[in-house]
């Protein structure tokens, strides 16, 4: 298993590396730049050259990435091109509230979606299944940024229980940070619930017709060992691998919900970045966030690890 | 069964923190502390150096730590800034400045500080460098007065000098890389970067060395970044901002009885035809057709409906009150679906068709002009661009026309960026000789009266030809808690929200 996680983490050099030249290549293909944003729509022609002087946009593209990549393995991302502050903090402070509200949302998705999957499954073909395959069905429809709009309307500003817009770090403050997250965590995990609970359904029924479930139930284990210990472990494969692909997505959706609510992660500074054409901020933002997701695969790696013996023992 | 209570004690700890969460909400936030004032604005700053900075709306952010040279009134009119009196000349404008001022890092804000900065701007390749297009050089005049001597005539310069253009720096931060996240001015308050977040919140603390005690009423200011419409106005409602710039949408949604809303005046929209030669589009050439598509525009019923009402229709640049105002040019080219199908007959076009390019609100805008244009059988083609390059496209020539809020404040600028044959604006190059001989003549005129005349006959030119086509001027909407905010007065032309000066909280 550690020979898989290391090999994993080795292979995310290369990786990384494709990510940046293909976003060099795509962003050269964006007809914003940085220059043309300074320059507003009163420059004249000259002006706007002696700006993409200024900032080294009129060097060849490798020359660009380059230079980037250079300052990248010394650990400097650069500065944004249009007010020249420092990426990396910039970056890293956002990345760490997306992150945030993204970890809300998965404990929120696995918990609901894996109990409710699992309640269907146990009940199957009855009312109380057919309810939650309904409703899983309706999560799904919603988009999450139109939940976040009735959360907000419902328990921020008719009962006033959560803040309507805002973050609290939660090193400020543990409690204001649960207060600020709970509401757009909801909005996000309520579509990743759904989705699991669909899967847990699907993949717990199909396990419990398995022979060592069967054999278990025979011997007269008891119901809560027999699908806690046997049966729900078997079926969590497919829903961690469903949660891995989840993740990508939440990180995606983040960038929605985190308008709605006025949370400061890398959702407008991504937005921003792209209209302004602001280069480095565009890389430091393709380049974490790919990391992230390929980290996210690696833990589901290691989960699948725990959950089957045959991938621990690789 | 051993394990029942644990559950039963996680979910109770589960409900507990939620419960403790939501009371933490209810406590209430910094928008409540006396003399705080908490704002929200829809777009972040793009740099505290004046040099990048766009200005006008942008001014929100800027206002608070930078003075100008000078300021405009609620009505758009030129008052005195730093500059406490001005003297304009075809060949000069001359400053007379205030005495014993200082920025907050403690240099002297005196005539050698204007110099540097007036020098600085003049060199720079940004927006604010246009104002300077017709300067050759500053001179130090006396210990409180500054000089800027023109090439030619700058009848817009001292407008101008209210803007971004006018802003002043301490002159040891003026070349500092620093500068577009560490402002260091004069203004009634200092940036707080420590408690500042990029993109998010800017706390601003009062400036000690700044003594005008009328205009430094807060003792803390934070502006929020919210660029969600929807959460603005939540935020407003819900007590976490005290002010906020509300969407247009979001408007009606905002309950009244709480807060208190005013709509000010904000950009004026256009439909200008740039290809006016007939490059790509050979009916733009001809006048006749031009009027046809000014004659065929609902001014009226687009602000209703795409601005739900706060949009005033006004076919000329400059509105009822102002000294550019042009009282014969009232009526001209109003909507009359029958009189541009006669006009159309009469230009004689064969090809009725042009195009322009879009983005979000203009894209709107444009399709309401779309539908209206057809109506009379013109066919006006959008192409929808990418986000952040109308700038780009209204200074190149891959359109014959273009829908645009503009930035233009005073006939001399609408003449340099939209007529001038070197105008950015005017990408075609196309020259308008009876327009230039009129603009030379304000240029060159010897009283405010004579000028405001030939301006006059400029924009009626304009009009006569339909170069552009006069739309309408947008409203910007502020609300704010009345209970707590008073003297909340329009800033022209700052369309994400008023200046904080003189704004006090109880």
Known sequence: MSKLIGYRILALIPVLLVISIVTVGLTALLPANAADRIAGDSATPEQVAAIRADL????????????????????????????????LPLVGDRLGVTLSLALVATVIGLVLGISAGTIAALRSDSLLDRAITILSSVALAMP??????????????????????????????????????????????????????????ASMIQVLQMPHVRTSRAMGLPARSVIGRHALKSALSPVITTMGFQFAYLLGGAVVVERVFGIPGMGDLALNAVISGDMPIIQAIVLTTGLCVALAQLAVDIAYGYLNPKVRAL | MKRRPFRASTTT???????????????????????????????DVQSFDPTVNPGQ??????????????????????????????????????????????????????????????????????????AFANASRVEVTGSDTV?????????????ALADVAGILVAPTSLDSPELGTMPVGSGPYILDESASNKGVSYVYVPNERFDADEQQTLNRLEIKVLTDDAARAAALQSGQVDISQIARAQADSVDSSRVQKEAFPGNYWMLQFTDLDGTLAPAVK?????????????????????????????????????????????????FDPDEARRLLDESGVTDAQFSVPAFGPIQTVGEAIQGNLRDVGIDMDITVVQAGTLDKENRETNFPATVTPIKQVHPQQ?????????????????????????????????????????????????????????????????????????????????????????????
């Open chain 1, 56 to 87: 080294g946009l009129d060097q060849p593209w490798y020359q660009q990435y380059w230079d980037w990549l250079m300052g990248v393995v010394r650990g400097d991302f650069g500065n944004s091109l249009i007010d020249h502050s420092a990426v």
């Open chain 1, 144 to 201: 999450a940024f139109w939940i976040g709009l009735i959360l907000v309307a419902v328990f921020a500003l008719q009962l006033g229980w959560f803040p309507a817009t805002g973050y609290v770090p939660f090193t400020t403050d543990p409690m204001g940070w649960l207060s600020s997250v709970i509401l757009p965590g909801l909005s996000l995990g309520l579509i990743v619930t759904a989705m699991l609970a669909r899967h847990a359904r």
């Open chain 2, 13 to 43: 700890t589960v409900v507990g923190l939620i419960a403790a969460a939501s009371l933490t909400a209810c406590g209430g936030g910094d928008a409540d502390a006396p003399g705080q004032l908490t704002a929200a604005t829809l777009v």
């Open chain 2, 57 to 130: 709306g942008q001014r929100i952010f800027l206002d608070p730590v930078y003075d100008t040279l000078l300021r405009n009134d609620a009505d758009g009119n030129v008052i005195a800034g730093v500059a406490v009196a001005h003297e304009l000349t075809p060949d000069y404008l001359e400053l007379t400045l205030q005495q014993g001022r200082e920025f907050s890092n403690g240099e002297a804000l005196d005539a050698e500080a204007v110099k540097a900065n007036i020098e600085h701007r003049m060199a720079s390749s940004g927006p604010a460098a246009g």
């Open chain 2, 147 to 159: 000089r800027i001597h023109l090439d030619r005539p700058a009848p817009a310069m001292p407008i």
């Open chain 2, 286 to 334: 001809n006048e006749t057709f031009r009027q046809a598509v000014c004659t065929a525009i609902d001014t009226e019923s687009i602000a209703e409906s795409i601005f739900f009402g706060y949009a005033d229709s006004q076919h000329q640049v400059f509105g009822a009150g102002n000294e550019f105002h042009v009282e014969a040019l009232e009526g001209t080219h109003a």
């Open chain 2, 414 to 506: 609408l003449y340099v960026d939209r007529l001038s044959p070197e105008g950015p604006q005017n990408p075609f190059n196309v020259a308008h000789p009876a327009v230039d001989a009129a603009y030379e003549k304000a240029a060159n005129a010897e009283t405010a009266e004579e000028r405001a005349s030939a301006f006059a006959e400029m924009q009626t030119l304009v009009a006569d030809e339909a170069l552009w086509c006069g739309l309408f001027r947008d409203q910007s909407i502020v609300a704010w808690n009345p209970e707590k905010v008073q003297g909340v007065e329009n800033a022209v032309g700052w369309p994400m929200g008023p200046s904080f000066r003189e704004v006090t909280v109880e």
